[in-house]
């Protein structure tokens, strides 16, 4: 009964098979293998963008980072939601490796147009002093489980847009969240405004690879050097390209993603038939719930596996509402959300 998050489950075995397939005599090194050509193809070929310049790093973290620092410069400022991952859970590193700053637009999980282009707005007014306006960050899905709708999107780069900014989205869950909208991966970036993308892996069945996708070739050489500089380029780079080629493979990822989300749904539905609430409706396969801390500790001692959110196990009383975040990964079966759903 593991729910904690969707980086702890196990690497899909088609990945690992062709890992061990890619584990044959030579290849050249630093992404000039062959199977690189094929990944850099198919991602093409998934985004209907055959300029796209495709790159791969190894983590989230990384991706978001180096796409950032190559879309500003180290007087600029890069709007986001407060909640956001570069924000709350990369140790600062996209300041670090961009020399930004990060913009924190008010409000929730999902940044609000309006909101934005105030924050927008507010820069730029002390001249020299002050910061200069610089990329838009969005997640997708959000770190709360929702998902923006194409419309959304599309509102958020039009303000981008106005104001001549570049936009990133970070996809670590870039699968769930496109298979919840049941839309292309074309409208979900490029077509709604979006200029570079972390397109997530590793919380979808890889052992460690998320692609760096521009759609505008321009940029690709500076990232080329930023990547390298920042220790992020490599060498047996093969092993990365072949989780991404096994991961493209039949639609794999797509597969994955919506197992992920009907796990997650079949979870909320039997939540909230015993009685629990929701702090966010889950749209992908993010749940945060809430129920009374006596179910957690029986959960707990029964071996499930999750966060308790802003709150403690231990307390005095019982019936005290306490929040959890239970996140469903591709490979948790039926009989563990059940068994999970029976206990409580
Ligand atoms: C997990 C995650 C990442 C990537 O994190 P790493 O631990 O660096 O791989 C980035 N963005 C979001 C929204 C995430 O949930």
């Excluded at 009374?292 to 707990?300: A, D, I």
């Amino acid at each position: 009964m593991h729910f904690a998050s969707d980086n702890s489950g196990p690497v899909h075995p088609q990945v690992m098979a062709k890992m061990t397939e890619a584990n044959q005599g030579y290849q050249m090194a630093y992404g000039a293998d062959v199977l690189m050509n094929e990944v850099r193809d198919r991602i093409r070929g998934v985004f209907e963008a055959p300029g796209a310049a495709v790159y791969l790093v190894a983590t989230g973290t990384a991706a978001n980072s180096l796409a950032l620092a190559t879309l500003s410069q180290p007087w600029e400022t890069v709007f986001c939601s407060p909640v956001a991952h570069i924000h709350e859970d990369e140790c600062n590193a996209p300041e670090f490796y961009s020399g930004a700053k990060l913009t924190l637009v008010p409000g929730g999980d999902k940044m609000n147009p309006t909101a934005l282009w105030s924050s927008i707005l507010a820069e730029e007014t002390r001249g020299v002093h002050g910061p200069q306006r610089g990329p838009v960050s969005i997640t997708q899905v959000t770190e709360r489980g929702s998902v923006y709708s194409l419309e959304e999107l599309q509102a958020l780069c039009a303000v981008a847009k106005e104001y001549d900014l570049p936009v990133h989205l970070d996809g670590a869950r870039f699968a769930n969240a496109l298979v919840a909208l049941n839309c292309s991966p074309a409208e979900m970036t490029w077509k709604a405004g979006v200029d570079v993308v972390s397109f997530g892996g590793t919380k979808n069945g890889l052992m460690g690879v998320e692609a760096v996708v521009f759609f505008d070739e321009s940029k690709a050489w500076e990232f080329e050097l930023r990547r390298k500089r920042g220790a992020h380029l490599f060498s047996k780079h093969r092993f990365l390209s072949a989780q991404m080629a096994a991961y493209l493979q039949d639609d794999l990822w797509l597969k994955l993603a919506r197992q992920s989300n009907a796990n997650c749904a079949r979870l909320a539905d039997g939540l909230r038939a015993k009685g629990a609430s929701f702090l966010h409706e889950p749209q992908a396969n993010m749940i945060f719930a809430s129920f009374p801390r006596s179910k957690h500790k029986l959960l707990h001692y029964a071996g499930a596996t999750y966060h308790l959110w802003g709150a403690e196990l231990v307390g005095a009383d019982e019936n005290e509402a306490l929040a959890c975040r239970l996140v469903c990964d591709w490979s948790i079966g039926p009989d563990e959300i059940d068994r999970f759903l029976d206990l409580l």
